[in-house]
């Protein structure tokens, strides 16, 4: 399972011209699953995200979690996270989990976010999406957590 986490100011996603989901500060989550994913991946990967001290405290060092600032999170799943470019100039995404598989593990996800307290607004699984979103920092990070 690999989740992409951005840092940001604000953050939004559309589907037919209609926000789905939208945050202020938090994180922006595109999160990605893999055939062996479980959820053993999903707690841990969850359970990681919210513990991560990514926000600035008073000495301006990356001192605090996401609980700490009150900060909210806008989760969209995101096959392409597992897109291969090895080979040729087209992706292949066979390292991504069937739809079937990756919903229901990218709703566990989400679930376990929220058991640590945290407001999680979400895009819509299988749209088409369009993401807005100012980053903060810039801070980006790619975890990962394998079966």
């Not at 989901?21 to 359970?47: F, K, S």
């Not at 597992?82 to 566990?108: N, S, V």
């Amino acid at each position: 399972m690999r989740v992409l986490l951005q840092r940001v100011k604000q953050a939004s996603v559309t589907v037919d011209a209609e926000t789905v989901g939208q945050i202020e500060a938090g994180y922006l989550l595109l999160v990605g699953v893999t055939h062996e994913d479980t959820e053993t991946e999903v707690n841990w990967l969850a359970d990681k995200v919210a513990g991560l001290r990514v926000f600035e405290d008073a000495d301006e060092k990356m001192n605090l979690s996401i609980q700490d600032v009150n900060g909210k999170v806008l989760s969209v799943s995101q096959f392409t996270l597992y897109g291969d470019t090895q080979k040729g100039r087209r992706p292949a995404f066979t390292q991504a989990a069937k739809p079937d598989i990756a919903e229901r593990l990218y709703e566990k996800f989400n679930d376990r976010l929220r058991t640590h307290g945290l407001v999680v607004e979400t895009g819509q699984f299988g749209a088409m999406m369009d993401v807005a979103l100012v980053n903060d920092g810039p801070v980006t990070l790619m975890l990962e957590k394998n079966a």
